[in-house]
């Protein structure tokens, strides 16, 4: 393997996860651009190339410390991992943290006229699936035996075309189990994307590239998470107006210009504002509430 001085960084090329990964490193300030044609794009204001593949061959290239860090949905990593130490292959890996987009489930779901109990329903039945192994492991843990289909592409269509009675697959809204007249019944795994780094030893340099970037990570996510607020609040219902404010630590408050019986407040707050209690603000006597998005947080 060639050792490079640059930062590789291995990423879905195209398909659910390609855009919030573009999308989060160029929040982390690393600028490039993406040639649909090539595999590889070079950052041009940090030592760092990206690697944009196939989203199963992630978990492996950084195993076996083809690249340094890669983004990849938390079930296809399990998945690997679990094929890997079957076949006592690496599989080592550090995890450095979740992220916030990619959010799905394993499922199991069979057609709408199968009566289903519970797993056990599942007993001796074929069921088809590309996660082999997470279904493997949820199905001996229940002590039910099965046979498997293994399909790496339209695993909801299996039922109806006759290759197997049930399926193991992704769901997140659940339409196309729905259009595919299946109904959910078990969800095996619950999934996120998540960044990760091989084990394999890096340099100084490269690991505190990697320090920066994930410190970068947490200041995009959290501030993806966190609203600034401001609002006009009566002093008399200031210290529940205060308590309404999700997650909102110390909020700052100022005098109002001619109008001493009201302030204003500006509050960070880590939670989304829902209707409801922008609602019940205003039966406080709050006005002028204004929920604004942050671009970059640290510190
Ligand atoms: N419906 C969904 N909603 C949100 N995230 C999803 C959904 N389906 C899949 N994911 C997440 O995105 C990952 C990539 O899904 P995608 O469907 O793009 O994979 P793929 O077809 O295997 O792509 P590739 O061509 O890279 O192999 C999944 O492994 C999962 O972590
Ligand atoms: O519950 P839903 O919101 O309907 O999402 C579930 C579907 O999303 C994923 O496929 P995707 O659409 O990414 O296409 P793919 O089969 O080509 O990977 C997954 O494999 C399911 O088929
Ligand atoms: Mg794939």
């Not at 938390?74 to 690496?90: A, D, F, S």
């Not at 259009?179 to 019944?185: D, P, S, V």
């Not at 030893?201 to 609203?227: C, F, H, M, Y």
């Not at 942050?294 to 510190?299: A, H, N, R, T």
């Amino acid at each position: 393997m060639t050792e490079s001085n640059r930062l590789r960084i291995a990423i879905q090329k195209s398909g659910r996860l390609s855009t919030d990964s573009q999308q989060l490193l160029k929040s982390c300030g690393v600028k490039f651009s993406i040639n649909e044609q090539r595999l590889i794009a070079h950052a041009d204001n940090m030592p760092i190339d990206l690697l944009r593949v196939r989203d199963d061959d992630i978990p492996g290239l950084v195993m076996d410390g083809v690249v340094d860090l890669g983004i990849i949905g938390e079930n296809v990593l399990e998945e690997e991992q679990i094929e890997r130490q079957t076949l006592n292959k690496p599989a080592e890996f550090v995890k450095l943290r979740q992220l916030d987009f990619g959010a799905c489930r394993l499922s199991l779901a069979v057609p709408t006229e199968f009566s289903y109990a519970d797993a056990s329903s599942l007993e001796g039945l074929r069921i088809a699936t590309s996660y082999p192994n997470l279904l493997r492991r949820f199905m001996q843990q229940k002590g039910i035996s099965y046979r498997d289909c293994m399909l790496k592409g339209s695993v909801e269509v299996a039922p109806r075309a006759g290759l197997a009675d049930g399926i193991c697959d992704l769901v997140s809204t659940g339409a196309t189990l729905e259009a595919n007249g299946l109904y959910e019944t078990e969800v095996i795994y619950r999934s996120m994307a998540c960044i990760i780094q091989s084990t394999q030893t890096q340099t100084p340099s490269k690991q505190a590239l990697i320090d920066r970037i994930l410190s970068r990570v947490n200041g995009v996510i959290r501030a993806r998470e966190s609203k600034y607020i401001l609002l006009h609040a009566p002093t008399e219902t200031l210290d529940q107006i205060v308590a309404l404010l999700p997650g909102a630590e110390n909020p700052t408050v100022l005098p109002l210009n001619d109008d001493t019986n009201r302030v204003a407040i500006h509050a960070v707050s880590t939670e989304d504002l829902f209707w409801d209690t922008m609602e019940q603000l205003t039966a406080l006597g709050a006005s002028s509430i204004l929920v604004m998005p942050i671009e970059k947080m640290m510190g």
